[in-house]
């Protein structure tokens, strides 16, 4: 299934991507937003792709590479910079890491600063189908096994519910995923392992719909979308490693170096807004975004999963 980058003239509006620019894309995923930036870079442009799945890594190079040498692609911003030839296999750089570590990465690649960083916290229709790792409640990936990290550098989450005591994992549910039936839910899981495993998505699946009352969310979302969605957060530290790499822009960025980041959470939202305060108190950086952007009304009906997008911008000092 194909991925359409969410916000992505947005993404280019304010980053604002030049010829001959570094931008780094820290969560280039199958590299949609990465095909757009590097149309405006080109020829001399380079983009540092970052992701902890290696099986993204080669998607986004196959479709930079396919879509870069097409002759017939126009830049977004309507330039000619992007028409002209270009070495890919020279201009992309794509690591398997954390976007946390970029300041490491950067390091270890000899690279300088970059004049552009984007964080797109979302996750890919890739990402959630097929992924092996049970990030999806979807029939189709019922019985893959209940990892949901993207990496092996974490524990698996059919490891913590193993270890997780009832209250810390109501708790965990309340925090990341907002979910009213937090209790119950705990309660249902650790009963659950006390008998036997919950080894696979689908019967972490079935467990939560039974918890839960039959009117659930008046059936506007799956039973099982917010525990899900606080199970993967808790299990990749998601907003740890965002505040980290935002408490390193300085690091990553040069001067008048332009960050954007998109969320789909109200955690991950008030955590980019916060620092970014902060930051322009400190007279790091200035904000660019008083107000979150968000898809428009097309873009949503297109995509419904876009409706919850939030952009922020900032600009380094």
């Known amino acids: 299934m194909s991925h359409t980058p969410v916000l992505l003239h947005e993404v280019i509006e304010y980053l604002n991507p030049q010829p001959g620019k570094f931008i780094i894309d820290g969560t280039i995923g199958g590299g949609g937003h990465a095909v757009g930036i590097f149309k405006e870079i080109l020829p001399n442009g380079r ?34 910079a992007g028409r002209q030839k270009s070495n890919i296999k020279n201009n992309l750089i794509l690591v398997s890491g954390n976007y946390a570590d970029i300041p490491k990465i950067l390091k270890t690649k000899q690279l300088p600063k970059a004049d552009g960083l984007l964080l797109d916290l979302g996750f ?8 092996g790792r049970g990030f999806s409640f979807d029939p189709a990936a019922e019985n893959e096994p209940l990892i949901m990290t993207y990496g092996d550098d974490r524990e698996p989450v059919r490891n913590l519910l193993r270890k997780t005591k009832e209250y810390e994992l109501e708790g965990i549910l309340k925090k990341f995923g907002d979910e009213r039936f937090a209790k119950r839910i705990a309660r249902a899981i650790v009963s659950r392992e006390r008998k036997k495993p919950i080894e696979t998505a689908g019967e972490l699946a079935a467990i939560v719909e039974a918890a839960v009352p039959g009117i659930y969310e008046r059936g506007r979302i799956h039973p099982a979308t917010r525990t899900f969605q606080a199970l993967r957060i808790y299990a990749n530290d998601e907003l740890g490693n965002l505040e980290r790499v935002l408490n390193e822009l300085s690091e990553i960025l040069d001067s008048q170096g332009r960050v954007a980041v998109i969320s789909f959470h109200s955690l991950e939202d008030r955590i980019v807004k916060h620092t970014f305060r902060d930051l322009e108190r400190q007279h790091i950086l200035k904000i660019m975004t008083k107000k979150p952007v968000t898809a428009s009304p097309e873009e949503m009906r297109e995509n419904p999963r876009n409706r919850s997008a939030k952009l922020r911008a900032a600009e380094i000092m």
């Open 47 to 80: 983009v540092l792709g970052v992701d902890l799945d290696i099986s993204s890594l080669e998607r986004a190079r196959e479709k930079i590479s396919t879509e870069i040498k097409n002759p017939s692609f126009v830049p977004l911003s309507g330039t000619s």
């Open 124 to 131: 890919s229709s890739d990402q959630l189908r097929g992924s």
